[in-house]
């Protein structure tokens, strides 16, 4: 079975500075890799995804992501953050069990920006 | 709009008294599922459905009931909640393929006392 390994539940960036969040996944078969964003009471958006394609990707509010299979990583990058991104991300690795395409998810990373 | 309209947003029920969260989209997805999200535990796969009259079991299935008469809607049935039931729900969506990724609705804040 597949996984996904967040490292770090919670990470703090002043305004303005660099975003990483890191995501490292377990796969035998080329995966589909996402990020998906939660804002507090709220759903899970699509921020960007990974489908074999270019390996760095681009998505919404200013967010890439590198997939990189020697090191079987999809780390989330921005390079200057701003206090609306201020949020729970979640990597999440598509898996196929018969009929099932299912998303396995990491814990998620709790994003603070600092004034 | 394209999404995944979940309802209620909020409710505390108390034990054993059956409940329904509805879920309908309007992209003529085939896929639908149902989650749980709790602290420290992330999201689980409650149920999914292929299709209409089609539908499996997730990870957390016990407790829950689901049906898919219809292509847009997936309820998700309590027959008699239990505390530990108490949680976040989303419902999602998705064209057939592990490729497209999930459109989730706003979410339900259930709490069973």
């Known amino acids: 079975a597949q996984s996904v390994t967040q490292l770090g539940s919670h990470v703090s960036v002043s305004e303005g500075a660099l975003v990483l969040l890191r995501c490292n996944y377990s796969?035998?078969?080329?995966?589909?890799l996402f990020w998906y964003v939660q804002y507090p009471n709220q759903g899970l958006q699509l921020l960007l995804k990974?489908?074999?394609?270019a390996t760095l990707v681009k998505g919404i509010n200013g967010f890439e992501a590198e997939f990189k299979k020697s090191e079987t990583s999809f780390h989330l990058t921005k390079p200057s953050a701003h206090m609306s991104d201020a949020a729970e991300y979640f990597c999440?690795?598509?898996?196929?069990?018969?009929?099932?395409?299912?998303?396995?998810w990491g814990a998620g990373t709790k994003l603070i920006i600092k004034p | 709009e394209a999404q995944v309209t979940q309802n209620p947003r909020y409710l505390i029920t108390v034990t054993g008294k059956k409940l329904t969260v509805t879920c309908s989209q309007n992209?003529?997805?085939?896929?639908m599922s149902w989650y749980r999200q709790d602290p420290g535990l992330g999201l689980r796969q409650i149920y999914y459905?292929?299709?209409?009259?089609?539908?499996d079991k997730g990870d957390v299935p016990e407790g829950y009931k689901v049906s898919r008469k219809e292509k847009r809607n997936f309820p998700l049935i309590l027959e008699s909640p239990s505390p530990n039931q108490t949680s976040l729900y989303f419902c999602?969506?998705?064209?057939?393929?592990?490729?497209?990724?999930?459109?989730f609705g706003s979410g339900t804040r259930l709490t069973v006392v």
């Open positions: 999602a969506s998705s064209l057939i393929g592990g490729r497209h990724g999930y459109t």
């Open positions: 992209m003529n997805h085939e896929y």
């Open positions: 459905s292929m299709n209409v009259e089609v539908t």
């Open positions: 796969s035998s078969v080329p995966p589909y």
């Open positions: 990974y489908t074999s394609a």
């Open positions: 999440a690795v598509s898996q196929r069990e018969s009929s099932n395409y299912q998303l396995i």
